[in-house]
């Protein structure tokens, strides 16, 4: 599959409907124009909720931004997609910290247990956060892997902030160079599409989250799909997390931010990950793509799988991502 205009325009009050396109909505996210609040100088914080501590950086802007940081070596960081938080790349952390590498992964503002600002949910400020939270770790020679909007996020951020920083990137399901349809990207999704999703969050916002994770998501929709419950409930529980305002805000950010110049000055190797039976972000207006925008980079398609492939093939991913790590 690769043309978007298949998957029709969502309703809010047809559950049926949600199931098939739903998933569009885990992209990326709004411009709005917040760009420099990240401080330059972030301060590292223990914040303390009941008997647990939790690690955050304090932006300029007084956002707290939540991050897990766990072993030594080589700096792993994990870019989580809408409207997610860390928790989902548990599997990846538990096995390249397994492996030898130090392993980060933080929760976007407005997602998990990160500030629930009413500002500054734009594609900017989510890579100037990524970039203090780098300065603040110290991190250097770092590999910086994104899923879907947290692959426009690890595009944007290595683009402009990650000179010096990073020696490798990786893109997986992501949404760039473009999710909308326009002149420039006539294969892309019509606006309707993502009005759409924004009336269903604001509708019901837990059945929407719902009716994604069971669906297009991980592929559960699909003939013969062995479905998982407990991760239906984890990415259920991990949206419920963030802030209503931040994910309706998202929903511009993933499908409206293009990252075509940024593709095009990034340096650095790059592996671009993506299923065919992507229902979220059809391969053809986005892996195929950007590879051809960037000035080292490389396509590896997987054949059937779905958007949420890290998680439903764990195991492949996983000894990818670490061939290109090491290689």
């Known amino acids: 599959m690769t043309s978007r205009e298949h998957f029709p325009i969502p309703a809010v009050t047809r559950r049926e409907v949600l199931l098939g396109t739903a998933a569009t909505t885990l992209a990326a996210l709004p411009i709005q124009a917040f760009a420099a609040t990240a401080s330059s100088n972030p301060i590292n914080a223990n914040i303390e909720t009941g008997s647990e501590i939790m690690s955050s950086i304090t932006t300029k802007d007084g956002a707290q931004i939540f991050y897990k940081d766990w072993g030594s070596g080589q700096p792993i960081v994990f870019h989580h997609g809408w409207p997610l938080s860390a928790d989902d790349w548990d599997n990846q952390m538990l096995f390249f910290l397994g492996k030898g590498f130090r ?5 976007r503002r407005g997602h998990g247990r990160s500030s629930q600002t009413s500002g500054g949910n734009d594609m900017d400020t989510y890579a100037a956060d990524v970039a203090a939270l780098a300065e603040a770790l110290d991190l250097h020679d770092a590999v910086h892997i994104g899923h879907s909007t947290g692959g426009g996020e690890v595009t944007r951020y290595v683009a402009r902030h990650g000179r010096g920083r990073v020696a490798k990137a990786v893109l997986i399901s992501a949404i760039p160079p473009v999710m909308v349809k326009s002149d420039k990207n006539p294969g892309g999704l019509p606006i309707e599409v993502f009005d759409g999703y924004r ?13 994604i994770a069971s669906g297009p998501f991980y592929g559960f929709n699909r003939p013969g799909a062995t479905v998982s419950e407990g991760t239906i409930r984890n990415w259920w529980r991990q949206g419920m997390m963030g802030g209503a305002n ?11 931010t293009d990252f075509t110049e940024d593709l095009k ?18 391969i053809g207006d986005s892996a195929e793509l950007s590879v051809k925008l960037l000035k080292n980079g490389k396509l590896k398609v997987y054949d059937g799988y779905p958007h949420g492939m890290f998680t439903t093939h764990a195991d492949v991913i996983n000894t990818d991502l670490l061939a290109f790590i090491k290689g």
């Open 246 to 256: 931040a994910h309706y805000e998202c929903i511009k950010v993933f499908s409206e």
């Open 103 to 107: 392993v980060i992964a933080h929760d």
């Open 265 to 282: 000055v990034i340096d650095v190797p790059v592996l671009v990950m993506h299923g065919t039976d992507d229902q979220v972000v059809p």
């Open 199 to 211: 009336a269903a969050l604001a509708a019901n916002r837990a059945q929407l989250y719902l009716d």
